[in-house]
Each structure stands twice: as structure tokens, then as C-alpha cells.
């Protein structure tokens, strides 16, 4: 791995609700739904990085973001050095050909009037990959590469099961070459069994081609399988990014604490461990002051009620975002 492919600094996303009859009668503004709150993050060029937190913590908005899907209320995204929303780069289709999405439902992206064969012929017309002559053996090496055969080609996508379905995701994102792979709960929908497999063609895959890949997925043992770097998201902040083995086996950040101890462990040792995550995830209509976990945070003092703690590295094992992240983790 060299280099940093991509930065995220200080990324915003707010996005404003109507004004109720009753915002009206008050005189109150609209309220503003805050999905992203000053994230950073780097992305480093061949890695896998995973992104965990609860489901509206904003793992999926922030993916988005970096497809261009949403535009950042403040911040920005530099891919190559380039700020991605900046008004060239926004003109530039490269960027879009360079960062591909792969969805939890690829049924709903995939038209179901296509033959898989069309619809790979389609990517790499569109994007001009390949001359009209050379398309067919293509499209055959994409079926090849995704591991489906090549009668697969004739097929509509409803004639697939979700398993197969996904790897059509898959050829069509790497029928145009990226650089990136954003895979937002890319196996959520499949069996067990199948999610492995899925999830293994991705890995020789991106050792084949040398891909980078933001993987986010609520199943914490998939994300630790996965990924050789994980960063955890709490009300749209990174609270913790570091290396996968270290985060995973001495979470430092209350949160991940809390978090990773209420997934199901495999370890016999360490049930009956758990810290418990108190309450539940704050209204991002209605953000708290501070950490934005000090409602829920067993270790909270005055100071964390009125300041919000920034990343910073701790111990050499990544970053954390916590006032007293050294006396929690003294022992450890
Ligand atoms: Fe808990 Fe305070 Fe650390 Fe936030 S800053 S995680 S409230 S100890």
C-alpha cells in the first residue's frame, strides 16, 4: 500500500426540513437534519478500509458523499490532490469512471429489461472502454473474472439469485476500470454462506487489480474479516480509525468499546464482557453539545458536555476522539 488515494476533511451534510405548522405559529426556522458532522478520513491507495457505527450514524451518507450523490454542505473530498466538487472536476466524468458504488440491492440498480451481457456492453460503450469491435470479449472476461458463466451473458438479471446478482454488480463496477470500490452493505441482503463467498471474490479481486475499498457494513465480524484498517462512526464523526486487528482487539474510544462488545463473539472468553451501550442514538435533528456521546457515556465530566473532542493518535495505534481516552484505557 502507498500513499494517500483520497482525503476527507471536515466533510458537512445538513439537509433542511420544512418548516412545521408549528415552527410557523412559533416563528421558529425549519430544522436541519445534521448527517455528517466534520468528518476526516483518508484513504489510503490499495487498502480496504471499513466504516462501523449503528445504522443512522451516517456510514451510508458519508458514501454517498464520495460518489457525489449528496454535495457536502462544508468540507471537501480530494481525490489525486483534486477537490472533487470543485465546479472542473464536477464537469469531469473521469472522476465518476474512477470511484464506482456497488449497492446492498443490486436488483434495484440493475435494468431488469437487459441481458447481463447488455448490461456490461452498455458500461464500457458508455464510458468507452473498449472499441464496439473488442466489447464481446470483454464482456466474457468480466463474466470470467466474477466467476459466472458465460450463458450468464443471455440472461435477465431476474433469472439470478442475490448472490449472482451481486457479482453482476461487481463486473459491471470493474467493466470501467476504477480505481475505487465504495461497497455500501454490499452483502447485507445474502445468506451467510453466500456473503463469504461474495466477499472473497472481492478480496482476490482487489488483489488482482489493485483496487482501494471503502467497505461499510453493520455486521462487525464481516468488516474485521475484511478490511485492513476500520474507522467507526458515531452521529456523522469518525470517533476512532485505526489499524483492524488492533481496533478490533482494544478498542480505545468508549463508543467502539461499547459497540464491538455488543456484537456476538465468536470467543468463548470474552462473552460476558460486554460493556453495555446505554440509550439510544441521539435525534441528528437535535444534536447534543460536546461529544456527541456524553449522553450515553459512562465515563462523561462536565468537560465532555461542552467540548467536542477532535481526533487525535493515541499510543501509536490509530486516532481516537475522546477527552480521557488515557485514563480509560490505562489498564490496557
Ligand atoms: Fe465519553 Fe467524554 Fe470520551 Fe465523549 S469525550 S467518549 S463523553 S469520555
Known amino acids: 500500500m502507498t500513499g494517500t488515494v483520497m482525503e476527507i476533511r471536515d466533510l458537512h451534510l445538513r439537509f433542511p426540513m420544512g418548516r412545521s405548522p408549528a415552527d410557523y405559529v412559533t416563528g421558529r426556522p425549519g430544522r436541519v437534519v445534521n448527517a455528517l458532522n466534520g468528518v476526516s ?7 480496504t478500509l471499513g466504516v462501523v457505527g449503528e445504522s443512522g450514524c451516517g456510514k451510508s451518507t458519508l458514501a454517498r458523499c464520495i460518489v457525489r450523490l449528496y454535495t457536502p454542505s462544508e468540507g471537501e473530498i480530494r481525490f489525486d490532490g483534486q477537490d472533487v466538487f470543485g465546479t472542473e472536476q464536477r464537469a469531469d466524468r473521469a472522476y465518476n469512471r474512477r470511484v464506482q458504488m456497488m449497492f446492498q440491492d443490486p436488483y434495484s440498480s ?8 447488455q448490461i456490461l456492453a452498455e458500461a464500457l460503450s458508455v464510458h468507452k472502454m473498449r472499441p464496439d469491435a473488442k466489447i464481446p470479449a470483454r464482456v466474457a472476461e468480466l463474466l470470467e473474472l466474477v466467476r459466472l458463466s458465460q450463458d450468464a451473458q443471455h440472461k435477465l438479471p431476474h433469472e439470478f439469485s442475490g448472490g449472482q446478482r451481486q457479482r453482476i454488480a461487481i463486473a459491471r463496477a470493474l467493466a470501467v476500470e476504477p480505481e475505487v470500490l465504495i461497497a455500501d452493505e454490499l452483502v447485507s441482503a445474502l445468506d451467510v454462506s453466500v456473503q463469504a463467498q461474495v466477499v472473497n471474490l472481492l478480496l482476490e479481486l482487489q488483489e488482482t487489480l489493485d ?3 471503502l467497505f461499510v457494513a453493520h455486521d462487525l465480524r464481516l468488516v474485521r474479516h475484511v478490511s485492513n484498517r476500520v474507522a467507526v462512526i458515531y452521529l456523522g464523526r469518525i470517533v476512532e480509525v485505526g489499524d483492524s486487528e488492533t481496533l478490533f482487539s482494544a478498542p480505545a474510544h468508549p463508543y467502539s468499546q461499547a459497540l464491538l462488545s455488543a456484537a456476538p463473539s ?4 470474552e462473552r460476558g464482557k460486554a460493556v453495555k451501550l446505554e440509550g439510544e442514538l441521539p435525534s441528528p435533528l437535535n444534536m447534543p453539545s460536546g ?9 462523561a465530566t462536565e468537560t465532555c458536555k461542552t467540548t467536542l473532542p477532535v481526533l487525535l493518535p493515541f499510543k ?7 477527552h480521557h481516552v488515557e485514563e480509560i484505557n490505562a489498564n490496557a
Request: charged fraction near 25%; charge should be positive.
Open 291 to 299: 461529544c456527541p456521546f456524553h449522553v450515553r457515556c459512562r465515563h
Open 211 to 213: 483496487l482501494t475499498i
Open 41 to 47: 478520513l483518508d484513504l489510503i491507495r490499495g487498502e
Open 266 to 269: 465468536l470467543n468463548p472468553d
Open 316 to 322: 501509536g495505534r490509530g486516532e481516537v476522539a475522546c
Open 110 to 117: 440493475l435494468n431488469p429489461r437487459m441481458t447481463t451481457g
